[in-house]
């Protein structure tokens, strides 16, 4: 016999997060520990007394801080409902008064009070000047805030919703508050900034003046001025967008429709923008174009002619990213190339269309909304592009690189920042939307349906022997890039002296031995050992919040749940260069005070990369039958249980991907960690883009080239044990043998 | 060491007045009342999109009733989830972890049950013992045959020894030589161990063959509740007649009406039978195709549109002067010529009366 759980009077998890709430309250330091989150050099230097490092009980006992003891009530509250059972009527409201307004009240005062006293000048005319402060929270009030809201969810759990699953109400909350925390403040935070004056106020004025500035939507360049940098921007991307999508689309047919033999080298070519970090194309187009590059003195010399410098500006970055988004266009449209039923296709010729005709009116009509896909894909991609048109921009400004240059630059001009952030955010949004709206869901679905035994036809001869050239240049020419990219990181100075060298190498990752042991002496190491580790760390809680809002997306179904969907997968279409502005705005002070530190980094590579995790587990997620997780239920499993036992184990492969991945574009990114690093967290990317600055191009080369070798093992290690888990997976589905 | 055996603790389930709606306006299952006897094995039949489905998974716990009550035993169970109801359900698609091995799959409730993990073992294996699986323990789900993997599935639901089994189309899966044999499988245990079974099917056949009483449900409400043979012999509607067998519709005019037996003529062929609380009047008589004599001496006429051979008796379809009908006859060795006329009449216990719809 079953014991139901809601006549249960013991509650486990209550109990656990009731415990961490006293432990976060009354042992762990409530305030940030300077030394970083995970030194524990405080446990010795005056704890629990000094007032840098003492819990929030020490501090009030003390006679400091008063305005956090509040929050003791709801602390002590929860401890009578705990011998009564669930269904009791006061069991879920107390918990939902207790965790409600501890948690508001954590959050109020962290806004309300910060380093200069009272935030608002409001409070001071209410309760007079402070005559305190407080700096940004640490670990006792992150564990607070979790117990606080934890205790809320298992409030709502027990007042019944969604069949009082106390995992799945958690998981909601939880998944809310840090989207919230990391992805609508921030960027609300950003869009505030667009109205602040040089006085300190709000006003419209000033976002009126920086939005119809001339720099942003001038359009010079039609009689020989320049343009604006958001008129620059959307061409770029438009024309990025239609070259990628027909170019992969190229590929696409030639994968699918060709009877081509080496398919699965084209496929390989997948992998290329995921290993590559996104400015390496930029280095090479340089090695080639560039003022002393191959082709151009080649050029030069042929026809005696002063070498120009034609590649620095649109034509470059033009050049620079089909190049880098052609694969990912390529990888989009095989899919919906593949998609198109052939039995349509051999049904419109047994209607006697010939090849041409069926691929014109069936075929091609098909393909439409994959198309627009690709497009807007590769629009979202150009838009927030950084690192091709910081290297290759010259005079030809974008959005991206304008927002670095208004905060890094001498300008230092934050709300134009913000505003240019915002023009940045609209167009990408909006390529989101008209994505959303266009292709709703069916993104995600796998083809389903009946068995179709068909076989798609080859492509129509007129349509092959175009398709077939073109795809053929541009591959050859990807391969020369990438081939260049390897060469130039062997030659000593690139036009000047043509002699081959491990030299960057050596520079970059040279070992001595000393005394002392091994000695890691080249000057890549220290921003290479960061990368790896803070990849590394944002890896695991990256894929674990992207696996559990699949689960919730995919298998359960709740109030609100559009929107929920809507705002984490949001983050895809917010560039990198905005999250880096509004996390500066953001975190520098408190509540959240972790700017300069790793973590601020480790998070924003979370939530940058978080939608990969979600698309990946739903994927595999909407793989795996419904009727699972049901008979696990009916078996007297708990929602949790299921999750652990039955999907988690099915999920391995999807698991692994989204580790791998999520590693790997944390160690690719550029936009947004090229705001948030620091002296001491340097990433491998910014330590590169550093080095082109300064004309290092060689040394930046064979670092690139390191990490595109480092990436590759990644990417293949993957491969060969999603490989092999693989197997005895699928064949669940087919009944009978 | 005892012998671990399978024992039922059946209970009986009610519905009172449960309805369920999905979305805002999408009603799934009207205010229906219903109970299902200790024991008893009770199907739902309807065409899809009756609700009986949800009914079913409304009795898992997998849905939750938006009004009304569901018990199991006297137990209020109406706002319990699926975890907490002592219920187990075997799935349309198995729904057999891929992972696991068998033994694996039939003991993992019993984990969530409280049994030590030796006794959860020896239950797992009895419960295989008990569909025959005995020595497939160690294989993977992926390596059974599609009986096997339903066999896997039934003895995984049964080891929790539920108060109530759910079948949701348990042999829609299975080939049709195959489901014969695993539905008088499953009524056998289904009886030894006196189990309480709600079971779901679309199957007019295999619901006569397997059930103690049968609930044919037609747009989120119930048609008509019986044992096979009443809803056979006597359906309450068209619906029911036509869903339940094959029958034909004839309309038909009661004469004269004494006590429970009622005189009625078709095309002046007359003929008596149970009233069934009918006044004299036109009515609507339901004919099976196979109680109807072709070719006596007394009948209305008809005249045979097809003579269709299937190998175990001949098919007919007649015109008839109020429409057409379809009729079976035994003899093979004499079939009736196309456009020949007959004289059509109904064997003893054939038509019944249908009660008027209450539109």
Redesign the interface.
């Known amino acids: 016999?079953?014991?139901?759980?809601?006549e249960a009077t013991t509650h486990p998890v209550l109990i656990f997060w009731i415990a961490a709430g006293w432990v976060g309250f009354f042992l762990l330091p409530w305030y940030g520990v300077e030394d970083g989150f995970l030194s524990f050099g405080w446990l010795f230097d005056g704890y629990p007394f000094d007032e840098d490092f003492a819990p929030a009980a020490f501090l009030i006992a003390q006679g400091e801080k008063l305005w956090l003891s509040p929050m003791l009530l709801p602390l002590i509250a929860p401890l009578f409902v705990l011998g009564r059972r669930k269904s009791d009527a006061p069991y879920s409201a107390v918990l939902i008064v207790a965790g409600g307004f501890g948690f508001a009240w954590l959050i109020a005062q962290g806004f309300g009070i910060g380093i200069r006293g009272f935030t608002y000048d409001w409070l001071n005319a209410v309760f007079g000047e402070l005559g305190d402060r407080q700096f940004g929270m640490g670990y006792g009030a992150l564990v607070l805030a979790s117990s606080f809201l934890f205790l809320f969810t298992q409030g709502i759990a027990a007042r019944?919703a969604i069949?009082?699953?106390v995992f799945v109400v958690s998981a909601i909350g939880g998944v809310i508050v840090v989207v919230a925390t990391f992805v609508f403040f921030p960027i609300a935070r950003m869009l505030f900034a667009a109205f602040i004056s040089d006085e300190g106020g709000y006003s419209m004025g000033v976002f009126f003046s920086k939005f119809f500035d001339d720099r942003l939507w001038g359009i010079g360049c039609f009689w020989g001025a320049r343009c604006g940098a958001a008129l620059n921007s959307f061409f770029l991307a438009v024309c990025v967008a239609t070259i990628t999508t027909s170019l992969g689309l190229a590929f696409a047919l030639i994968v699918t429709r060709s009877g081509f033999r080496f398919n699965r080298a084209l496929r390989a070519l997948t992998v290329l923008p995921i290993i590559t970090p996104p400015f390496v194309i930029s280095l090479a187009l340089i090695l080639l174009f560039g003022l002393s590059g191959t082709v151009t003195t080649f050029f030069a010399d042929l026809f005696g002619t002063q070498p120009t410098r034609w590649l620095y500006g649109m034509p470059g970055v033009m050049i620079a990213q089909t190049l880098a988004y052609t694969p990912i266009a390529f990888l989009v449209l095989i899919g919906v190339v593949e998609g198109v039923s052939p039995s349509m296709e051999e049904a419109a010729q047994t209607l006697r269309a010939d090849r041409w005709q069926t691929f014109k009116t069936v075929s091609l009509p098909l393909m439409r909304p994959g198309l627009a896909n690709a497009f807007l894909l590769g629009f979202i991609e150009s838009m927030a592009d950084f690192g091709n048109p910081l290297v290759l921009g010259g005079n030809f400004d974008v959005l991206s690189t304008e927002i670095f240059f208004a905060i890094v630059g001498a300008q230092y001009d934050q709300g134009r920042a913000a505003v240019l952030a915002m023009v940045l955010l609209f167009f990408t949004l909006s390529a989101f939307f008209a994505q959303r709206r266009w292709l709703g869901k069916k993104s995600y679905t796998t083809v389903t349906g009946k068995g179709d035994s068909g076989v798609h036809p080859l492509m129509p001869r007129r349509l092959a022997w175009p398709v077939f050239i073109i795809a053929g240049l541009w591959g050859t020419f990807t391969v020369i890039v990438y081939g260049m990219i390897v060469f130039g990181s062997f030659v000593e100075l690139w036009g000047v002296s043509n002699t081959l060298t491990f030299k960057h190498y050596i520079t970059a990752f040279s070992v001595g031995w000393t005394e002392h042991g091994l000695h890691w002496s080249g000057s890549a190491w220290d921003s290479f050992f960061t990368t790896i580790y803070i990849a590394a760390a944002a890896a695991p809680l990256t894929a674990a919040l992207g696996l559990v809002t699949a689960y919730l997306l995919t298998r359960q179904t709740f109030a609100g749940k559009n929107a929920f969907e809507f705002g984490t997968m949001l983050s895809f279409a917010i560039p990198g260069t905005v999250i880096g502005v509004s996390y500066i705005l953001a975190f520098n002070v408190p509540p959240i005070e972790i700017t300069g530190t790793g973590i601020i980094l480790i998070v924003s590579f979370i939530f940058r990369n978080m939608p990969v995790g979600v698309r990946a587990g739903i994927a595999s997620m909407s793989q795996l039958?419904k009727?699972?997780d049901?008979?696990?239920?009916?078996?007297?499993?708990?929602?949790w249980?299921t999750f652990r036992?039955?999907i988690l184990?099915?999920l391995r492969p999807a698991i692994l991907a989204a580790l791998v991945f999520s590693f790997v574009r944390a160690m690719t990114a550029i936009s947004a960690v090229i705001f948030l690093v620091s002296a001491q967290y340097n990433m491998a990317t910014s330590y590169i883009i550093g080095r082109v600055e300064n004309n290092d191009y060689g040394l930046a080369i064979a670092y690139a080239t390191t990490l595109i070798f480092v990436m590759l093992a990644a990417v293949a290690f993957l491969q060969l044990i999603v490989g092999r888990t693989q197997i005895?997976?699928r064949?669940?589905f087919?009944?009978?043998? | 060491m005892a012998e671990t055996r399978i024992t039922g603790k059946a209970a009986p389930v009610s519905f009172r007045g449960v309805s369920k709606v999905f979305g805002k306006d999408v009603v799934a299952v009207e205010k229906i009342d219903l109970d299902v006897e200790v024991g008893k094995l009770v199907t739902l039949l309807g065409p899809s999109g009756c609700g009986k489905t949800t009914m079913l998974r409304m009795i898992a716990g997998l849905e939750m009733a938006t009004t009304g009550k569901i018990l199991i035993g006297d137990k209020d169970v109406t706002l319990l989830p699926a975890t907490d109801r002592d219920v187990s359900m075997v799935f349309q698609s198995y729904a057999l972890f891929p992972h696991m091995t068998v033994l694996e799959n039939v003991s993992y409730g019993l984990g969530f049950s409280g049994f030590a993990k030796a006794e959860a073992r020896a239950r797992a294996q009895a419960g295989l013992d008990l569909v025959g699986l005995k020595g497939y323990d160690e294989r993977l789900p992926s390596e059974l045959s599609g009986g096997q993997q339903q066999r896997v599935a039934v003895a995984r639901a049964l080891v929790l020894e539920p108060q109530v089994l759910l079948f949701d189309e348990p042999l829609s899966n299975l080939d049709a030589k195959l489901r014969r044999q695993v539905r008088e499988d499953i009524r056998a245990i289904q009886q030894d161990l006196g189990l309480t079974v709600v079971y779901v099917t679309h199957d007019q056949e295999e619901a006569l063959a397997v059930s103690d009483e049968i609930v044919v449900m037609r747009n989120a409400a119930i048609a008509q509740i019986g044992t096979p043979r009443e809803l056979y012999d006597a359906p309450a509607d068209a619906f029911v007649a036509d869903f339940i067998g094959e029958a034909n519709l004839i309309p038909c005019r009661i004469e004269a009406v004494e006590g429970e037996t009622a005189e009625i003529s078709v095309d002046g062929y007359r003929y008596r039978l149970a009233s069934r609380g009918l006044a004299a009047g036109p009515a609507k008589l339901a004919v099976r195709p196979e109680r109807i004599d072709l070719g006596g001496g007394e009948g209305f006429d008809a005249t045979i549109a097809k003579a269709t051979y299937v190998g175990v008796r001949m098919e007919y379809s007649l015109t008839t002067s109020f429409g057409s009908m379809f009729a079976v006859q035994d003899d093979v060795q004499r079939p009736l010529e196309t456009g020949s006329k007959v004289k059509v009449s109904f064997k003893s216990a054939g038509p019944v009366l249908i009660p008027r719809e209450a539109a």
């Open positions: 016999m079953r014991k139901a759980a809601s019944g069949n009082g699953d039958d009727s699972l049901e008979s696990s239920l009916t078996l007297g499993a708990n929602s249980q036992r039955v184990p099915l005895g997976r064949t669940q087919v009944t009978g043998r």
